[in-house]
């Protein structure tokens, strides 16, 4: 008798398996990647465009849709006139992966600072890590994550 094959997990999912899945299968996975079951009227085709996007963001190390989101948030909000601070208010802080872009208002400039898999980038410049971007940013020791807001205060 053969072996069932396992069942896969999304994080091993690829295109081609992902074009053979029914609705059903389509909605259940879209609950699992996305947190939150699609809207009714989402035919089968859009699920899997949209899941395929997320599949290929993920392998190429692209912005999530809710990171495109909330960069969207922000800049709504600067067109809006508000200041940088405000902008980034009330949006959750994205992990700190490779390709990972962070804004910090600091010294009445907002700094932009590029994650990559080996380093931080501050205008042009590879640091090795989050604190040593905001030691050169600020002129004293910081503690990187707490100082980009990637950790909650007191952690």
């Not at 079951?37 to 035919?43: D, Q």
């Not at 692209?62 to 969207?72: F, L, M, T």
Request: glycine share 8%; net charge positive.
């Amino acid at each position: 008798m053969a072996a069932k094959p396992a069942k896969r997990r999304p994080s091993d999912l690829d295109l081609a398996v992902l074009a053979e899945l029914e609705a059903a299968e389509l909605r259940r996975l879209w609950q699992e990647r996305r947190g939150a079951t699609p809207p009714p009227t989402l035919s089968g085709r859009l699920m899997r465009h949209v899941l395929a996007w997320e599949i290929q963001a993920n392998e190429e190390g692209r912005e999530s849709s809710a990171v495109r989101r909330q960069w969207q948030a922000v800049m709504t909000r600067r067109a809006g006139g508000a200041c940088a601070e405000d902008a980034v208010t009330g949006l959750s802080a994205p992990p700190a992966a490779a390709g990972t872009r962070l804004l910090k208002s600091w010294g009445g400039e907002t700094h932009e600072v590029l994650v990559t898999a080996e380093n931080a980038i501050w205008k042009g410049k590879p640091y090795s890590s989050l604190s040593a971007v905001a030691r050169a940013m600020t002129g004293t020791p910081r503690n990187g994550p707490k100082f980009f807001r990637l950790r909650e205060e007191g952690q």
